[in-house]
């Protein structure tokens, strides 16, 4: 075992609990308490203790899980195209992309339980299955993704990795990462009821969005994985490689979000500009104008430059600025068809909870309640992530990264 | 009408059945003067009919009194509300401008428009909301798991969420239909409990300027059928395709104010 300090994996364990693994695992461990806790406290409440109203039906619970489809179906789809076209540039990121998107798929499946109003009655979803409703598409999709996942997963972590197992698979997951994330948006954009929503480019915009958040944020967790455990994911320029795909993924996702404002604002039918106010000009344009600067032109000018995607902090600070730009650009497609009813007269629709008979200029903080179920959903992703890089990357990534004959299996 | 027992209310004592049936006790109807059960009788139908409601605009002075009967027949908890009364004008009670600068105000009573192709049923995962074989549509409380997707997919607005723990502004309220469960979804059920009884809905029955009309759609020799080819009627939001089955009447002359 002399080999032992080559192996960062064995490296770490021999080290025992460092201060900041500890501390690390405090702070999951306090995330998961308090979402479990104001989990706990919503169900016996009920949803009044949320910002929601009958106006703002959905928030933050449905914004995050749009994100995180969003950001399980990106990562994914990068990792599977690049093998189908037999690339080897982010092999050796393999198996933490899939992670993340195993992480992300099981979070976002989880913030779906705390937006129902019952979720002991979540069962009757399989008992009395409504076939017309795109949720039972969602549920089906998500299910046969998380499968294909974990199958994923099980190959990858095969001592010898089969080429042509990799390619096979990737012929099935990219299109049901593609299809997880469009039947996603398509919950949103079949309905009549929502002008914002209603575009044939929802899902193809979904995607764009995807690829921007999934990539980016698998550059993100690959960085902080090589900062503290020491190993490596390909050579120095596979996570600004990464960071120039997410180039082309923030122009094709401008664009596409550029034409349908273009179309609405131009051929101006009143509902459809209605809702688009409110993000433009209206009580969500901080939030709109924010998404474009942090979330598009920022990243945009520093990833399309060699030289500074070339330098770790560039490139994390515009991957972050990315996801953030991501997950603002969900509140808006959410909450900019919220606030504005079709049928929007006076006096409004009703509050929903005593002394609040009527509140026709609706607006939604959330409470926080809700944040704490988010901390909680954050620790849980994380906690994936940790357990999955610790069980699974680090051992086969350190035999397949190490340039020289390391005994494999040093665990 | 498919068996769906709604979860009584223990304070209420009154065991209640949303489809009507004449299985539980003495139906709150029953209890009405019989002057009262004559004026509210639905009249001629169809073999098969399909209920639908005209509003005339005209004849609505804005009162609040259908929206007030309809919380109490239903026991629709505080800040909630299954009809309301919209004013198309500047505010509640102000007149807003019409076109040439002149004064205009008109209220549109609003509740759900049971929709022939209702959105909030195609959404539905579990199909706790369904379309009832007298094209009513109606939510199932057993099967509602609280996901309010009909309330994102309806166009109208006119679903309200149980939030959380119901109050009455009389204890256990009034007791004529069931409690529905906190985290459920629930709206207008045009009364089905009443027609279930021969009874027009409440909303129709309590009008003080006989603005509402309730019949069968598909009785085309009936007084509804009749009002609505005679007077044009309209529907709100045609565009989306919904069909709703309340039609509304509207004025035949706009005076200036």
């Known amino acids: 075992?002399?080999?032992?300090?080559?192996?960062?994996?064995?490296?770490?364990?021999?080290?025992?609990?460092?201060?900041?693994?500890?501390?690390?695992?405090?702070?999951?461990?306090?995330?998961?308490?308090?979402?479990?806790?104001?989990?706990?406290?919503?169900?016996?409440?009920?949803?009044?203790?949320?910002?929601?109203?009958?106006?703002?039906?959905w928030g933050m619970y449905i914004i995050s899980f749009m994100f995180l489809v969003g950001a399980s179906a990106g990562g994914l789809i990068v990792v599977a195209g690049s093998e189908l076209v037999d690339s080897e540039r982010f092999a050796s990121l393999n198996r933490l992309a899939v992670l993340v998107s195993g992480a992300a798929i099981l979070t976002a499946t989880g913030t779906i339980l705390p937006d129902l109003g019952r979720p002991q009655m979540a069962w009757k979803m399989i008992a009395h299955p409504h076939w017309t409703s795109p949720l039972m598409w969602d549920m089906v999709v998500i299910l046969v993704y998380l499968s294909i996942a974990a199958v994923d997963l099980w190959i990858l972590t095969r001592p010898t990795v089969s080429g042509s197992a990799l390619r096979r698979m990737a012929v099935i997951t990219l299109p049901v990462a593609i299809l997880v994330h469009s039947v996603t948006a398509w919950i949103f954009g079949l309905l009549v009821a929502r002008p914002f929503w209603n575009t044939a480019l929802l899902a193809p915009m979904f995607i764009t969005s995807a690829l921007v958040s999934g990539t980016a944020l698998v550059?993100?967790?690959?960085?902080?994985?090589?900062?503290?455990?020491?190993?490596?994911?390909?050579?120095?320029?596979?996570?600004?490689d990464l960071g120039k795909l997410i180039v082309w993924f923030i122009a094709v996702d401008a664009f596409l979000l550029g034409t349908e404002i273009l179309t609405i604002y131009a051929s101006r039918v009143p509902d459809h500009l209605d809702q688009l106010n409110v993000i433009l000009w209206g009580r969500?344009?901080?939030?709109?104008?924010?998404?474009?600067?942090?979330?598009?032109?920022?990243?945009?000018?520093?990833?399309?430059?060699p030289a500074l995607r070339a330098r770790r902090a560039w490139l994390l600070t515009a991957c972050s600025l990315a996801i953030v730009g991501v997950f603002f650009k969900r509140v808006n497609i959410l909450l900019s068809s919220m606030f504005e009813p079709l049928v929007g007269l006076a006096p409004g629709i009703p509050g929903g909870r005593p002394g609040q008979a009527f509140r026709p200029d609706e607006i939604y903080i959330p409470t926080w309640v809700e944040w704490g179920i988010l901390i909680g959903m954050a620790g849980f992703f994380f906690t994936v992530v940790t357990i999955g890089v610790r069980r699974i990357v680090l051992d086969r990534t350190a035999d397949a990264a190490a340039p020289d004959p390391v005994p494999a299996g040093g665990a | 009408?498919?068996?769906?027992?709604?979860?009584?209310?223990?304070?209420?004592?009154?065991?209640?059945?949303?489809?009507?049936?004449?299985?539980?006790?003495?139906?709150?109807?029953?209890?009405?003067?019989?002057?009262?059960?004559?004026?509210?009788?639905?009249?001629d139908r169809s073999t098969k009919p399909r209920?639908?409601?005209?509003?005339?605009?005209?004849?609505?002075?804005?009162?609040?009194?259908?929206?007030?009967i309809c919380k109490s027949e239903n026991?629709?908890?505080?800040?909630?509300?299954?009809?309301?009364?919209?004013?198309?004008?500047?505010?509640?009670?102000?007149?807003?401008e019409g076109e040439h600068g002149h004064l205009e105000m008109e209220w549109v009573p609003l509740a759900c428009q049971h929709c022939d192709d209702a959105p909030c049923e195609k959404v539905c995962p579990t199909g706790a909301t369904y379309i009832d074989k007298e094209r009513l549509v109606l939510v199932n409380q057993d099967d509602c798991i609280g996901c309010r997707y009909c309330m994102a997919a309806c166009p109208y607005g006119v679903r309200?969420?149980?939030?959380?723990?119901?109050?009455?502004?009389?204890?256990?309220?009034?007791?004529?239909?069931?409690?529905?469960?906190?985290?459920?979804?629930?709206?207008?059920?045009?009364?089905?409990?009443?027609?279930?009884?021969?009874?027009?809905?409440?909303?129709?029955?309590?009008?003080?300027?006989?603005?509402?009309?309730?019949?069968?759609?598909?009785d085309p020799d009936g007084r509804l059928v009749n009002l609505l080819r005679s007077r044009g009627a309209t529907r709100l939001l045609e565009?989306?395709?919904?069909?709703?089955k309340v039609w509304y009447l509207q004025p035949r002359r706009r005076r200036p104010l």
């Open chain 1, 1 to 57: 075992m002399t080999s032992i300090a080559a192996d960062p994996a064995v490296a770490l364990r021999a080290e025992g609990p460092s201060t900041a693994w500890k501390a690390w695992v405090g702070v999951l461990g306090a995330a998961l308490g308090l979402g479990a806790f104001c989990f706990a406290y919503q169900w016996a409440n009920g949803l009044g203790v949320t910002g929601l109203s009958n106006t703002v039906t």
């Open chain 1, 219 to 240: 550059v993100v967790i690959a960085h902080v994985v090589e900062r503290t455990t020491g190993i490596r994911f390909g050579d120095e320029h596979t996570l600004g």
């Open chain 1, 284 to 305: 969500l344009a901080p939030v709109f104008w924010a998404e474009v600067a942090l979330g598009v032109v920022v990243p945009f000018l520093i990833l399309v430059r």
């Open chain 2, 1 to 43: 009408m498919p068996d769906t027992e709604v979860r009584t209310e223990a304070a209420t004592g009154v065991p209640t059945d949303r489809s009507g049936s004449r299985a539980t006790k003495r139906s709150p109807v029953d209890a009405l003067p019989p002057a009262s059960r004559r004026y509210g009788e639905i009249g």
């Open chain 2, 51 to 68: 209920w639908g409601m005209a509003v005339d605009i005209e004849r609505c002075v804005g009162c609040w009194s259908c929206a007030v």
């Open chain 2, 75 to 96: 026991d629709v908890p505080l800040g909630m509300w299954w009809n309301r009364i919209l004013t198309r004008g500047d505010d509640l009670d102000r007149p807003g």
């Open chain 2, 160 to 218: 309200v969420f149980n939030w959380g723990k119901p109050k009455y502004p009389v204890d256990g309220g009034t007791g004529m239909v069931g409690a529905r469960p906190v985290g459920t979804v629930e709206k207008c059920t045009m009364c089905v409990h009443r027609i279930a009884e021969d009874q027009v809905p409440s909303c129709v029955w309590s009008c003080p300027a006989n603005a509402r009309v309730f019949g069968d759609l598909d």
């Open chain 2, 239 to 244: 565009d989306k395709g919904t069909r709703p």
